[in-house]
């Protein structure tokens, strides 16, 4: 990796303004390909999921899946974008080998969605990010290097090839060129992009993990001097692939043009790699112009050319948006906007309102999504989401603390052997053996040895220094191997001692 020259963030925005344009690829969850009858289901064996028509041989021909139509217009309407009465797809032609027909059908001056917006939350201020178009098209099957040290296909002995993704129906939503975001231009594309991962969630068209190259991110950033009207050149950082990936790419690449512009050079417009280690971007490829990607209308599909009535149908079934939807949870679990924002920030709300929907209490849901799950998933450098536990699961958790036989500490344990694959809640307490002596003689005996091996303190305590329990009490909880519950424990310290708490 090159080293790259920054300035500092303060200085960039010192001397220049940031412009934007953010492109997403999601990629929907339709059973079959956009053209052909195929599987999408993931996991498959190489090549298995192919036929002549998504492998591009001579003869076949495509059909447009209808469900890949209607969930590109539900996007679109929930941009609030207008829909095409008539549109066509178009070929992209490159020669890339995960692209078996040499073109990508893809949708060019003619989307079926165009001209929308989306409203984003940066610190409790609205910015409007304006859409300029949603289109359709397909995804390309995967290539692996193989043979090199470093998995590219510099020094690969071999590259193997997989076109079971390739034919997948994808969506690619193309922001305008967001200006006025000033400083937080980050902040805005990371925003942007967790709004719109909510509102595709919300759609129920795909599950968006970013993880899981479902929704990926293309970040092309240019800094103008403050004043000027003209854009600068723009970079393109590739396949960003986890919401604070974006905002991270978004600040290096401003820190980068600044430096270089601010050295006198000028700016190349490429494609470039971000880095997850370090945040930093290396150079890709030149960027073609469209010009050479010879765009032409696709001959063997018929144009699109949906039905007012349909498309009213489809606006009239949209489910509440997420911000709606925020709104409407944020009441019911009485918490401050800033707290919904965190809880939005670690993707964790359909995590805690399907755990409130299991039957926790919304603070405890709140609590060990937002405390001890965070914190696991930070660690572990994941999302809440991929964490091996349930909200079933932790709503079980919550209910073995109501009903006493938990305590936080134990309760903490119990989800540390789920998430180490022990089994389930009620299996990880039986195999553990974590339960609250709750047998008030077991407990009687413990505080009476407690009481005898530790005569001056209970004599203090029987003198009046009350305070002094503390010690007893955590004697017990040793004893006990922290498995009481140290209220009650204290409660009969102190009785037995003859001393009023
Ligand atoms: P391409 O397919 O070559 O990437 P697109 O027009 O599809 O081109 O997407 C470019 C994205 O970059 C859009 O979101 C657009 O708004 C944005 N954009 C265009 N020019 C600039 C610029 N000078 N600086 C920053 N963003 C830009
Ligand atoms: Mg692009
Ligand atoms: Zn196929």
Sequence with gaps: MTVTELVSYEDAMAAYEPVMGLEVHVELGTKTKMFCGCSTTLGAEPNAQTCPTCLGLPGSLPVVNATGVESAIKIGLALNCEIAEWCRFARKNYFYPDMPKNFQTSQYDEPIAFNGYLDVEVEGEIFRVEIERAHMEED?????????????????????????????????????????????????????????????????????RMEMGQMRCDVNLS???????????????????????????????????????????????ETRHFHEEDGSTTPGRVKEEAEDYRYFPEPDLVPVAPSREWVEELR??????????????????????HEMQSVLNAGAIDLISATIDAGAPADQARKWWMGELARRANEEGTELAALPITPEQIARVCALVKEGSLNDKLARQVIEGVLAGEGDPDTVVEKRGLKVVSDEGALGTAVDEAIAANAAIADKIRGGKVAAAGALVGAVMKATRGQADAARVRELILEKLGVEG
Excluded: C, M
């Design 316 to 337: 009239a079934g949209l489910p509440e948006l997420p911000r709606v939807r925020r709104t409407r949870l944020r009441e019911d679990w009485g918490i401050s906007e």
């Design 223 to 269: 800094l103008r001097p403050h004043g000027a009207e003209k854009f600068g050149t723009r970079s393109e950082t590739k396949n960003v692939n986890s919401l604070r990936s974006v905002e991270r790419a978004a600040r290096f690449e401003i820190q980068r043009h600044a430096a270089v512009l601010g050295g006198g050079g000028t700016i190349i417009q």
């Design 140 to 208: 390309t099957g995967k290539s692996t290097h193989v043979g090199g040290a470093t998995g590219r296909i510099q020094g690969a002995s071999h590259s193997l090839l997989d076109y079971n993704r390739a034919g997948i129906p994808l969506i690619e939503i193309v922001t305008k060129p967001i200006v006025g975001a000033g400083e937080k231009a980050p902040e805005v594309a990371k925003a942007y992009v967790t709004e719109l991962r909510e509102l595709i969630k919300a759609l129920g068209v795909s599950e968006a």
